[in-house]
């Protein structure tokens, strides 16, 4: 699998490889409620992978995951072993250091293998720190770069932004233009970019963790105020990681537009085939 996304995607990935016990009621290396659990991680050290790397090779089995710290042949997976290419973004924005096109330029998929999925995660710095229209002309390099390195052997996963609510940020250095309106805009325009591009020669699917907040309760929603980093807490990365599972590991109907539904609301998870 390779996987694209900022820290939020570095959270969804502590969970999977320490099998659930990273900031769980039986971790033995944190309480649920510290800060790390319930907003900030990145200084929060943890065995497995490096938080401050910006590429990790990651093996997950049965037991947990691990990141690789040698050069190895991508392609070579250990049996019952799932690897993981990861590459930590600030989304498409300017906030990359170096700019995110820079690895696909030296091509994603000669050094880190043809994956059974790519998993792409925006919407977050984007929404905050990009105007529609520099967004726009970034998500047609995406799309051009995608189509080159992923065949209709890989399945697409785009992951939504997180939910937001409740604040205005008035950081002075780097105010960040955040509303739910806003993210949902976002996520829209990925989710109709990458259906018109590749719709008809992929698998897509939707991998909506806004929903799995937007469905809690307006007191515990109202929480995300005390997170300047709008991360979910670690419980609710529980349940956005049982979503993509679910993805993963069960066949999915194709998906029908909205407008053709004839009842029932749109699922965390869609999929198009």
């Known amino acids: 699998m390779h996987w694209y996304g900022d820290s939020n995607l570095r959270r969804s990935l502590k969970k999977i490889v320490s099998m659930g016990d990273w900031c769980s009621f039986n971790s033995t290396s944190n309480a649920t409620e ?59 924005s300017t906030r990359n250091k170096p700019a995110w096109t820079q690895g ?6 000669p050094q880190y293998g ?12 984007d929404a905050a720190f990009s105007s529609r229209a520099y967004f726009a002309v970034e998500m047609q390099k995406l799309l051009d770069y995608v189509q080159v390195e992923y065949s209709n052997y890989t399945q697409l996963y785009i992951r939504t932004g997180q939910y937001y609510c409740c604040r205005t940020d008035q950081t002075p250095n780097a105010p960040r233009a955040y509303s739910r309106l806003r993210n949902a805009y976002f996520d829209q325009y990925v989710i109709d970019a990458f259906r018109e ?42 349940i ?16 029908v537009p909205m407008e053709q539904a004839s009842v029932g609301e749109e699922d965390d998870l869609e999929t198009d085939q």
Request: charge should be negative; aromatic fraction near 10%; proline fraction near 6%.
């Open 240 to 255: 956005e990681n049982q979503i993509l599972m679910n993805a993963m590991c069960n066949y999915f109907e194709p998906y």
């Open 104 to 109: 696909f330029d030296a091509r994603i998929t």
């Open 34 to 92: 510290t800060r790390s659990c319930l907003c900030e991680d990145y200084q929060d050290p943890f065995m497995p992978f490096d938080a401050r790397y910006r590429e990790l090779i990651i093996d997950i089995d049965q037991t947990g995951g691990q990141a690789l710290m040698q050069p190895t042949e991508f392609a070579l997976v250990p049996d019952n072993t799932a690897r993981v290419y990861l590459h930590k973004w600030e989304g498409l």
């Open 114 to 125: 043809n994956p059974q999925v790519a998993l792409i995660s925006l919407t977050n710095w």
């Open 197 to 238: 591009r590749f719709g008809h020669s992929h698998v897509i699917r939707i991998w909506n963790v806004a929903q799995v907040s937007e469905r809690l309760p307006l007191s515990v929603r109202k929480e995300t105020v005390k997170c300047p980093a709008n991360h979910a807490r670690a419980e609710v990365v529980e």
